[in-house]
């Protein structure tokens, strides 16, 4: 590869040394190779050494260093990523945020939390637990804070809770040339200025580095109920879909997975019979309007046709049910040894996902190969899991995989509803967002002028 930028040299290593310290950074071969690959399919690629500032002040230095000399900078969370967003395809410096982890302040009374960037959110859930309060966005992996700010990631929560990007109230951001900045308040409406703050979020570590957030907090639910109903056609399940959403009801999730993937979750733990399922959670102040909201679910399931209803408010099988359904892509790369597994992610307009379903199971037959399908459906948005072992299966994977996508665009929709654009969904920027995508590249311009910031992800090469 071609690069425009400067290697790093031994003078630049005792720089980084002056400013993180000498056991804050690493060339050694086994931290290059951990940090070259994220959890997807795209191939591994090092930087030249991996920094782990421990303040966001050493993030911006390390920035105005590299950006004086033209180092490529490629911001890391904790690499679960699956569109190769956080792999650094020029080399380098890996800006790891894995050692700033610190809750700077709970603000409970105003349901906020500040945090630096690198806090998974697993863990910063397991410490808000004696507030009574949670953060809600779960991407099922532990993602880091910074992570999901930055691929504006969302999950099975989204439908009731919203992605991310609606989770958060004000950043910390370091800019390319290392100028250190708050974009946004704490205040829950702000109306001040541009709306830098959402700029940066979905931006995937190119026109900043998140260094410290204030997020959104809600009360832990005191009822929950998890159901599983399966029906006779992925028709009636996703029809299903449209029906429960269009009741009213406010489902915190609203999951689809098809016939292949319940064997994936009964793997982990379930008991869920082979029918293309819907997995859907409840959430509620009182123990009356749960059974209420239950039922109206159970009657929209069983006028839809669905073979079998089980609603619980157990924990224990509430948990065994998520925890396999967080686990069924980790399942399924088991159930595949020696393959590897393209995950895609396109998002449409909940009328359409029944179209968008069965289009993407025309083109998986059409091309001979095995694909599963699961998705957050109460948010139009599906995953669609295609093994591939050999060069000519994945070239129809690739084949498939971009007639759902531009499918996906066709109806309405987008190329990815939360893994963002990385390297894998750049050659679809251009059809998705036409002359914005100029105007992106403006802003990427103005606010990386030297292009350090993650090169080679959110633009299609020209
Ligand atoms: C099993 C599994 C299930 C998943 N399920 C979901 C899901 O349901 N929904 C979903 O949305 N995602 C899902 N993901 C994807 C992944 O968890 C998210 O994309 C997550 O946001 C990545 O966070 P991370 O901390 O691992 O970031 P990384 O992968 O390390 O980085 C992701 C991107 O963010 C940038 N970045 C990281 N930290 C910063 C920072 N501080 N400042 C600026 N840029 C930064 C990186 O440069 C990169 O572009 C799943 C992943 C796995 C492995």
Redesign the pocket.
Known sequence: MITPYTPVSSNTLEQLVAIVGLDQLSTTAAELDLHSR??GHHPAHQAEVVVWPSTPEQVAQVLALANAQRIPV?????????EG??IPLYGGILLS?ERMTRIVEVHADDFQVTVE?GLPHKDLNEKLARYGLFFPPD???N??I???L??N????RTVKYGATKDNVLRLQVALADGRLMWLGSRSIKQASGYNLMQLIVGS??TLG??TQATLKLVPVPRYMSAIIAGFPSVEQAVETVVAVRGSGIDVAALEFIDETNTRALNQAGTDIAPHPTLLMEIHSAHEATLEADMAIVREICEEAGALSFRATADLAERKTLWNAR?HA??TLVRNHPNQRIFIMDVAVPISAYPELIAYARQVIDEHGIVGYMKGHAGDGNIHVELPYGDEATFEKVKAVNGAIVLKAIALGGTSTG???V?IGKAAYMAAEHGTALDVMRTIKHALDPNGIL?PG?VFPSS
């Not at 990631?153 to 099975?156: E, F």
Request: avoid cysteine.
């Open positions: 994220d959890a490629t911001p890391w969370g904790v690499g679960t990523g699956l967003n956080a945020l960037a991407p099922g992996a993602a880091t910074g992570g999901m930055a691929n990631a969302a999950g099975i995937e570590g580095v998140i967080h892509y980790e939360e893994h963002g990385g993650n992800k």
